[in-house]
């Protein structure tokens, strides 16, 4: 892998836009794609004002060297030329992944190596009509992506070996942690630890054990700090006396007669109107952006305190 390539993004919303940071700040040359122009006209004042704020959290130097190395096209072409990764953040459809990878594998390098911020949907599903579908994987973020550094590896049954190691060493070098599966899974890792959560989430709600601010205090300020630094194994191996066979032998019959088995379904309408109500009592809608704002601004601090304590990935 060069030691610099140069990074195509194509869908620059707010996944995409995050990635184009996170290569940037390590120094690579990013082109931006994306079809809206309103969506292209957004993402160089969102790169630098988001640059600024990391700067000011101590996690980056020089954010105007940064915001140099990113320019934003309206041809998938132009950005696709020369382009030794892409990274692909499209609207998260079956018909869109297969559109945008068909169109990017006729126009792509021929050793080029594609990855998808797909959340759920198996790269099977959308890359098997592709000529250079060995070179098709998933690197699915957590968003937004500059700020959260875990990065889920999967590749499809058609997969290279080559491609997979590609990616896993390429996002090592820009700082995120890859997280490699051995195979296709929907959902894959971490979406489906995050839906056994919202699914008990969800049914605590529509049972009236708890409202919706006192379920996320329990995560906030229960769960969510241990969380923040270190995994559910680890967290029980610390947890009882013994470590994790000792915890196991205290509660597994606890937990195995606690959570909903099989999952409940779908999470009913109009529990989910009622949690809209009570969320839109709280913060309505024309305030998510700024919310959002924050939740960045406080992202950025405790990566620095990751960082500075070693605490980072």
């Given amino acids: 892998m060069p030691d610099k390539l140069s990074v195509a993004i194509v869908g620059a919303g707010l996944v995409g836009s995050g990635w184009a940071l996170v290569f940037a700040r390590a120094g690579y040359s990013v082109r931006a ?8 006209d957004r993402i160089l004042p969102w790169a630098e004002k988001s640059l600024r704020e990391l700067a000011d959290a101590d996690l980056l130097d020089r954010p105007d060297e940064v915001l140099v190395r990113i320019t934003v096209h309206d041809s998938l072409a132009v950005v696709l030329a020369g382009a030794s990764y892409v990274q692909e953040s499209v609207y998260e459809t079956v018909p869109a992944k297969t559109e945008v990878s068909q169109a990017i594998d006729a126009l792509m390098e021929r050793d080029a190596i594609v990855g998808s911020s797909s959340s759920g949907i198996p790269a099977s599903k959308f890359t098997e009509a592709c000529a250079n579908r060995g070179q098709f994987l998933i690197a ?43 195979r296709e899974i929907d959902g894959f890792v971490l979406n489906r630890l995050q839906g056994v959560l919202l699914n008990e989430a969800w049914a605590l709600y529509q049972d009236g054990i708890a409202s919706l601010a006192d379920i996320d205090a329990t995560i ?10 270190m995994g559910p194994f680890e967290t029980i191996d610390l947890n009882a006396p013994g470590g ?48 959002r704002a924050w939740r960045d601004a406080i992202l950025a601090r405790l990566a620095a305190f990751k960082k500075s304590n070693r605490l980072a990935g």
């Fill in 140 to 182: 699915h973020p957590v968003n937004p992506p500059h700020l959260v550094p875990v990065v889920e590896i999967v590749p499809a049954p058609w997969t290279t070996p080559e491609a997979v190691e590609m990616v896993v060493e390429l996002m090592r070098a820009v700082n995120q942690v890859p997280v490699r599966l051995t």
């Fill in 33 to 40: 794609y994306d079809p809206s122009a309103d969506v292209r």
């Fill in 220 to 229: 906030a300020h229960g769960l969510g700090l241990r969380w923040s630094f």
């Fill in 244 to 291: 994790v066979e000792d915890y196991a032998a205290r509660l597994r019959g606890l937990y195995a007669g606690m959570v909903r088995m099989p999952p409940p379904g779908p999470w009913p309408d109009a529990v989910i109107a009622k949690a809209a109500a009570e969320r839109r009592s709280v913060l309505p809608k024309e305030g998510l952006a700024e919310r």
